[in-house]
């Protein structure tokens, strides 16, 4: 069985459409949003406020049915912050991303990659036949909506010997860090 089961194919149409759910919840480093469809997660975003990680998901959605359903929401946001804190990496969690079929893609082989394990943007580029577009992949996990939970190492598309590290894998890792700092 795969731990991400779905991923699905994003229409205008239907991102019209949507009722999505969210919860949202505080970590030492600001608000942890979690938003769901009746298919599964589609944005994790952590911001200063909850007001401000609530408005950013209404600009994502801006035509969708938006509601706080913080008990139905409640498994995911346990799910998802004990990701963030570097526990329970392979606990399923439905999902219900919207991207173009290329996003998809890329979204699909970050969550193949091992708990633990990283890849650079020309490993993923290769893995989904397309060598020539790792900075295309690159737009890709900046547009990841679950960035926060798939952290994952690039370097860049010129040689170069020294290994950079995306922004979203330098949040993941400060959230573990205040996290272990709390407990």
Known sequence: TERHPRIVAGSQERMNDMTIKFTTGERSLGSVLVAATDMGVCTVTIRASAEGAEALLRAHFPKAEITRDDVELKPAMQTVLARIAGRQLDAALPLDLQGTEFQREV?????????????????????????????????????????????????????????????????????????????
């Open 107 to 183: 979204w699909n082989q970050l969550l193949a990659i091992p708990a633990g394990k990283t890849r650079t943007y020309l490993d993923v580029a290769c893995a989904i036949n397309r060598p020539k577009a790792a900075r295309a992949v690159c737009q890709s996990c900046r547009a990841s909506p679950l960035a926060v939970l798939v952290a994952w190492q690039c370097a860049p598309v010129r040689k170069d010997p020294v290994r950079r590290y995306c922004q979203t894998h330098r949040v993941t890792r400060a959230l573990r860090v205040a996290d272990a700092c709390q407990h």
